[in-house]
């Protein structure tokens, strides 16, 4: 009895074997039933419009080319785009007194060429148009009025603290500026007016204007007790 039993499963597993590997193909309709698979043909029929699928194949996206640029495209697009440095730069040391001044150019004609530097003033309006000095206070007096009967307003000023007092009537930055307004006011009447260079112990700076790439570098080396102190910055942008 068991061994029939057996005997009947083994030949169940073999039938349903063969059945679903589609050997027994001329039975389905006998049978009343088919093994499902990729072997079914009525799964062709149910496709819609079959003859548009189409197999493509997929390719690897190249870098630099897809709709997202690799990294190293789009650092170079960055750089593409930043405007690049300046070839030179404007640098200033200072203030310098006489003396310190003096080492500075000095140490400066070693490094650059001579046309390279200028020397710029702290201070502005240190050309005067004065009348004087007068150590006395009556002559002083007397100036003055005759100068307001020309519609002028003199203020008084010292070069040095204990010094004769002068009478400014103007202060300009140059001496050609200085130089046409004395002609002008020459032709107000004005006598006995002359310039006055005020700037003599006036403060001044060391400028390069147009320093390239290599002098940039080596004012940037320069070191600071070579300068009294100070070391080339960037000039102001308020400076002349």
Not at 104 to 133: C, F, H, K, N, Y
Not at 190 to 217: C, F, H, K
Request: contains cysteine; glycine residues 8%; proline residues 9%.
């Amino acid at each position: 009895m068991l061994r029939a039993l057996v005997l009947v499963l083994l030949l169940a597993n073999a039938g349903f074997w063969a059945w679903r590997q589609g050997w027994l193909a001329p039975l389905h309709a006998l049978i009343g039933a088919a093994p499902e698979g990729e072997r079914e043909p009525g799964r062709l029929a149910l496709q819609v419009h079959p003859e548009r699928v189409q197999l493509v194949a997929a390719a690897a996206p190249v870098a630099g080319t897809g709709a997202e640029p690799s990294a190293s495209a789009a650092t170079a697009t960055m750089a593409a785009s930043e405007p690049a440095p300046p070839s030179t730069a404007c640098l200033e040391a200072g203030p310098f007194d006489a003396a310190g001044l003096a080492t500075a150019q000095a140490v400066l004609q070693v490094l650059l060429p001579a046309e390279a530097a200028s020397v710029r003033r702290l201070d502005a309006g240190t050309v005067w148009i004065a009348l004087g000095p007068y150590a006395e206070a009556a002559p002083l007096r007397q100036k003055r009025e005759e100068l307001q009967r020309l519609n002028l307003a003199p203020e008084s000023a010292r070069l040095v603290p204990d010094g004769a007092p002068y009478l400014v009537l103007e202060r300009h930055d140059s001496r050609d500026a200085a130089e046409a307004a004395l002609k002008a006011l020459a032709e107000r009447g004005l006598r006995n007016g002359r310039i006055v260079d005020a700037g003599a112990g006036t403060p001044r700076a060391l400028r390069v204007a147009a320093a390239d790439a290599s002098q940039q570098l080596l004012l940037a080396a320069l070191p600071a007790d070579r300068l009294g102190g100070r070391r080339f910055e960037p000039c102001p942008n308020d400076a002349p």
